[in-house]
């Protein structure tokens, strides 16, 4: 569908009516999403991130992970 929501155009310009890479952080976009866990806000960018059709696109796949084993320092930091 249309729903654009946790889909953030970055480093992206038009031309010619056509969305380019621009810049030089090579991130044209951002996904990002909200969950009960990790896990679940996990599931849902990746769901996201299954919708977008982009020609050589790649992206990253183990954002979060760790996130579990970091809880505690997180907190300790005092971010959590």
Known sequence: GDDLRGVRIED?????????????SGA???V???????AAARAL???RVARV???NVFFRNDIGHSF?????ALRGWGYL
Request: proline share 6%; net charge negative; with cysteine.
């Open 32 to 38: 990002t999403a909200a969950g009960e866990t990790m």
């Open 68 to 72: 579990d084993a970091d809880v505690a």
């Open 12 to 24: 992206a310009r038009r031309v010619d009516g056509r969305l380019l890479a621009a810049g030089e």
């Open 53 to 55: 059709r982009m020609p």
């Open 28 to 30: 044209p976009l951002v």
């Open 45 to 47: 960018c990746y769901e």
